[in-house]
């Protein structure tokens, strides 16, 4: 298996523009995680799935942030409208029957 | 409020040496526990992990220490190799769930030949 893959790698745009970032967890994984990192901070849940179904949102920031998971394969989170201090590191997780977490290698967020 | 601290940003050892990493945790509920280790522009990997029914365990050069009472975990590297220089981050979790690990910030391990 391939792993967790995440795209894009890196993704810098502008405030106010939007912002899609893409997951493909590892097949016959039933629960995927959204995680941010910064050094504030460190690793924060923002969401996660089970089964394509979300779970509990209630790291997410604010509003402009959402996330999907329309098939067990595929799941976003968008930010919309983005701004600076959404810049960090994002991480895409997946996990099948025991608490291990396998983690993408994150997309490098930065808002201008 | 922080439920998995890990006060120490960084850490700094002599390549053979032992390596100590630390972690607190205030929440009681909590009975599984994991070591990840991230390298830069990675994502975390799995290292070791420890239940709460263990006060111990060991896997090749790394492993782990629970002490339920005081609320604290140590990973202990011995010997500490080059290789091993990244970023440790300290999770639990609770009731067998499958779902939130709660995380701690890291700590920045460098091993210097």
């Known amino acids: 298996d391939a792993g967790v893959i995440q795209s894009p790698r890196h993704e810098v745009t502008e405030m106010g523009q939007e912002v899609t970032l893409r997951c493909k967890p590892i097949s016959g994984h039933d629960y995927l995680f959204w995680y941010r990192q910064t050094m504030m901070r460190g690793l924060e849940l923002l969401i996660y799935?089970?089964?394509?179904?979300?779970?509990?949102d209630s790291g997410m920031p604010e509003d402009r942030f959402s996330a999907k998971m329309p098939n067990a394969s595929f799941s976003t989170l968008k930010i919309q409208p983005s701004e600076p201090r959404d810049s960090a590191v994002y991480f895409c997780?997946?996990?099948?029957?025991?608490?291990?977490?396998?983690f993408g290698s994150g997309t490098q967020l930065s808002v201008l | 409020d922080q439920q998995v601290k890990q006060n120490s940003p960084s850490l700094s050892v002599q390549e053979g040496r032992i390596s100590i990493l630390n972690c607190d945790y205030t929440?009681?509920?909590?009975?599984?526990f994991l070591w990840y280790k991230k390298y830069p522009a990675e994502g975390p990997t799995f290292l070791i992990s420890?239940?709460?029914?263990?006060d111990k365990n060991e896997d090749g050069r790394f492993t782990v220490f629970l002490n339920k009472s005081a609320k604290h975990l140590s990973l202990h590297i011995v010997p500490s190799q080059p290789g091993d220089s990244a970023v440790y981050f300290c999770a639990a979790n609770y009731g067998g769930s499958q779902g939130n690990l709660i995380f701690g910030k890291g700590t920045k391990l460098s091993v210097k030949p």
């Open positions: 997780a997946s996990q099948g029957n025991d608490e291990k977490l396998f």
């Open positions: 420890i239940s709460s029914i263990k």
């Open positions: 799935f089970n089964n394509n179904v979300p779970i509990d």
């Open positions: 929440n009681s509920m909590f009975d599984y």
